[in-house]
């Protein structure tokens, strides 16, 4: 059983570089989320989905972008990284209010 | 908005030591209540859950009951083990709402 499928597990950008996190779920749920995990912060929502096509912001949307063509994927996009954008990415996916399933993150640093 | 608050850490235990880690929530109407693990280097997992008041989630000898009159969720455990050491999550999700809520998690260490 695969679950949530995150890649890559670490990451290390420049200043000003782009680059996408992938997140694949094999468990027909409709609903997908991308957190951001800052030590002793908890987790922040950037970008949600609840369904393919469909895409809101969270929390903390400012400087990434995602899209859903289908309901399996779920890619969120930084176009020009910052370093306020070193964390932990999680992605994770639901069927509609029912509990989360999280992938095993995205350590990402940018220098 | 939601909110949820729980116990700062680090915790710090000895194995066997009974384990109780504070939450408590601010929603409107009647939320679903969740407690996540996560062990290190790893996602979180769901450990147990309330969709109602009175209700007792328990799961791996964790336990929690849904207090709507202290909207409280407190985690507890008997006697831990060092495999527990991890970082615990509280957190809520309204049946209306797209998202869930957590708290800033608690760092357990529990000693041999």
């Known amino acids: 059983n695969a679950g949530v499928t995150q890649t890559p597990k670490f990451r290390i950008l420049k200043i000003g570089q782009s680059m996408t996190l992938q997140c694949a779920q094999d468990m027909n749920h409709n609903y997908m989320y991308w957190y951001r995990q800052d030590p002793g912060m908890g987790l922040k929502l950037i970008y949600y989905s609840v369904g393919a096509g469909i895409t809101d912001k969270g929390e903390v949307p400012n400087g990434y972008n995602v899209s859903r063509s289908t309901t399996e994927d779920f890619p969120l996009r930084l176009e020009l990284a910052a370093p306020s954008q070193t964390s932990v990415y999680f992605c994770?996916?639901?069927?509609?209010?029912?509990?989360?399933?999280f992938g095993d993150g995205t350590r990402l640093s940018i220098l | 908005g939601d909110s949820v608050t729980q116990m700062e850490g680090p915790v710090t235990l000895s194995e066997e030591a009974f384990l109780t880690i504070n939450c408590t929530y601010t929603a409107t109407g009647y939320p679903s209540l969740f407690w996540y693990v996560q062990y290190p280097g790893e996602g979180l997992q769901l450990l147990l859950k309330?969709?109602?008041?009175?209700d007792k989630g328990s799961n791996k000898g964790f336990e929690a009951t849904y207090r709507k009159e202290t909207t409280s969720f407190h985690l507890e455990k008997g006697s831990v083990q060092v495999s527990d050491s991890a970082v615990y999550f509280c957190?809520?999700?309204?049946?209306?709402?797209?998202?869930?809520?957590f708290g800033a998690g608690t760092r357990l260490t529990v000693k041999p």
């Open positions: 309330a969709t109602k008041a009175d």
């Open positions: 994770a996916s639901s069927y509609s209010a029912s509990p989360l399933h």
């Open positions: 957190a809520l999700r309204r049946d209306t709402e797209n998202d869930m809520r």
